[in-house]
């Protein structure tokens, strides 16, 4: 596609459930990387992605997240047991270069509202 | 601890005034600074990359400067129009991480009054 996509655009949980969120980087775009903005605030790093491996997972707040990316192309940020804290703006972007020498690419985001 | 801070945290200006985003971050290794821009409901758009290298970037009627050693950055927008009207963020990379580990200050929310 043109550019980077994420679905749902909108979710409503209940406190205690699961929810999966999705991103669709731009075709051939080594590099993933998940954010989480809450209201307000700047994005802040979850976890990284090159191709299917996940180099970086520091930012994820618990082991409630978990993110994969088994065929180094669409990624799925799962979130288990779902907090009334965990209410945010999911945002993906991606990056055509494994290093630090290109932008990255957002998409629109997932609003994350758990009751 | 590595962080990236924006001032003001609103600004409103009226239409055709010239204008300057302000962002700070507390360690001068870095690899390099974007702006982007966010609008309401949708993701964040990149404006200006600045590579540590270099000391500014200029996109139309945007400006972008770097000062590592003061550990600041600004964005100038000439004429500022209602269609500029967003959150500014800045985003910092820093150095040896070896890839787009990027930090973002909280934002500058700009309104320009037609």
């Known amino acids: 596609g043109a550019g980077v996509s994420q679905s749902p655009r909108y979710k409503v949980a209940k406190r205690g459930q699961d929810v999966a969120l999705r991103c669709d980087p731009i075709s051939g775009h080594v590099s993933l990387f998940w954010y989480q903005q809450a209201l307000g605030q700047g994005p802040e790093f979850l976890t990284y992605f090159q191709n299917e491996a996940q180099l970086d997972k520091s930012g994820l707040p618990s082991d409630r997240f978990f993110a994969e990316r088994p065929e180094g192309s669409v990624s799925t940020l799962k979130i288990q047991r779902t907090q009334q804290e965990d209410s945010a703006v999911y945002l993906c972007?991606?990056?055509?270069?494994?290093?630090?020498?290109?932008?990255?690419?957002f998409g629109p985001g997932t609003r994350l509202l758990v009751l | 601890k590595q962080e990236v801070t924006q001032i003001p945290a609103a600004l409103s200006v009226p239409e055709g005034e010239n204008l300057v985003l302000n962002c700070s971050f507390t360690?001068?290794?870095?690899?390099?600074l974007q702006w982007f821009r966010q609008d309401p409901g949708k993701g964040l758009t990149s404006l200006l990359l600045i590579q540590s290298s270099q000391r500014e970037q200029t996109s139309g009627r945007l400006n972008a400067s770097l000062d590592k050693s003061s550990g600041r950055s600004t964005l100038y927008i000439a004429a500022s129009q209602p269609g500029d009207s967003a959150t500014y963020l800045c985003?910092?990379?820093f150095g040896g991480g070896g890839y787009q580990k990027v930090t973002f200050g909280t934002g500058t929310k700009l309104q320009v009054i037609p």
């Open positions: 985003a910092v990379t």
């Open positions: 972007a991606s990056s055509s270069d494994p290093g630090a020498q290109e932008t990255q690419y």
């Open positions: 360690d001068s290794a870095i690899y390099n």
